[in-house]
């Protein structure tokens, strides 16, 4: 595929790097415990793109995409504070699509529609599984009812474009699991699917649980 060309419009990501807890395949720039920090991160990052739309000259922007981490945990103000931060110092199209990532462990109707309103128009909700041995393999700390309700409540909020995350091939995961969990995802209706096969990354929890015998990872196959 032949390179973009070097005034094509840009996709903007935003990396949240705070969680309430560290799933042990994760191996993403994050850390648990510490949202007290989340001010002044947002003060830095603010800072920082204004830094990069100078240098890129503002740059045209289609994309804003604010990922994790749990970017959830971020306060409705501060996910404006970013967006705006973000159309003064690229120019963003009207259209844009701005996706925020969410755990549906800390969400409900009233936080999707204030980031809604703060210029979030996609969600991405971290479902993983709705099998409750999966779950806590994956080191996931809602259930399958939080995971429908979390939808429920974005949709009541007026998300129109909601993609659900799931992962397959985690350690004891049947092919008849994972068939399940799409067919009960499918009956909600999103707009999207993003489906991820588990890579045990070295350096994590769950590398370290697989080399020990405690875990046995899913064939290839």
């Not at 740059?59 to 990922?67: E, H, N, Q, S």
């Not at 549906?104 to 709705?130: C, E, H, K, M």
């Not at 309700?149 to 007026?158: E, K, L, P, S, T």
């Not at 909600?188 to 080399?211: C, K």
Request: net charge negative; aromatic share 8%; with cysteine.
């Amino acid at each position: 595929m032949a390179p973009r060309r070097p005034d094509s419009p840009l996709g903007l990501y935003l990396h949240i790097p705070f969680c309430s807890h560290i799933c042990p395949y994760c191996d993403f720039n994050t850390y648990a415990g510490q949202e007290a920090l989340i001010p002044r991160y947002v003060d830095a990052v603010e800072k920082e793109i204004a830094i990069q739309g100078a240098s890129l000259e503002g740059r045209a922007a289609t994309t804003i995409f604010f990922g994790g981490g749990t970017p959830s945990l971020l306060p409705p103000g501060a996910v404006a504070r970013l967006i705006t931060a973000c159309q003064n110092a690229f120019a963003v199209a009207r259209d844009a699509e701005i996706t925020l990532e969410a755990n549906p462990s800390n969400v409900d109707v009233a936080y999707f529609a204030r980031i809604r309103a703060a210029g979030v128009n996609r969600l991405s909700i971290g479902v993983q599984t709705l099998q409750r041995r999966g779950l806590r393999v994956l080191g996931r700390m809602h259930e399958a009812a939080e995971a429908e309700a979390a939808f429920r409540a974005a949709r009541d909020a007026g998300f129109a474009n909601i993609s659900l995350d799931l992962i397959f091939g985690w350690p004891g995961q049947t092919l008849q699991a994972w068939r399940e969990d799409l067919q009960r995802v499918l009956e909600w209706e999103p707009d999207h699917l993003s489906l991820y096969n588990l890579i045990v990354e070295p350096g994590t929890p769950m590398a370290d649980a697989v080399a020990r015998g405690i875990l046995r990872p899913a064939t290839d196959d």
